[in-house]
Nanobody, 118 residues
């Protein structure tokens, strides 16, 4: 079973930046595609970004393209999400997860809260 610990969230003004980290253990991290997801109040959890096992390819939801960058360090079993030009609509709890067969697993961390003030 994988353990995922997200960190780096906080309160930031619109236009600001944050860098989220997700430390993974309990699985061969470097073998898997990893993703970031978010859940805003009253909404379902949604996909944000994903990165291939070797970091060679990444995908983003349209609303964050050009503002967010996903990266990973397999030596540290960590995946990152650099978030720039933040908007109030980016406010959510952010989670990372392993993506297997195109879907996140059932094992979620506690998430990290991102709040963007206008």
């Amino acid at each position: 079973q994988v353990q995922l610990v997200e960190s780096g969230g906080g309160l930031v003004q619109a236009g600001g930046s944050l860098r989220l980290s997700c430390a993974a253990s309990g699985r061969t991290f470097s073998s898997y595609r990893m993703g970031w997801f978010r859940q805003a109040p009253g909404k379902e959890r949604e996909f944000v970004a994903a990165i291939n096992w070797n970091g060679a390819g990444a995908d983003y939801v349209d609303s964050v393209k050009g503002r967010f960058t996903i990266s990973r360090d397999n030596a540290k079993n960590t995946v990152y999400l650099q978030m720039n030009s933040l908007k109030p609509e980016d406010t959510a709890v952010y989670y990372c997860n392993t993506i297997i067969g195109g879907r996140p697993t059932d094992y979620w961390g506690q998430g990290t809260q991102v709040t963007v003030s206008s």
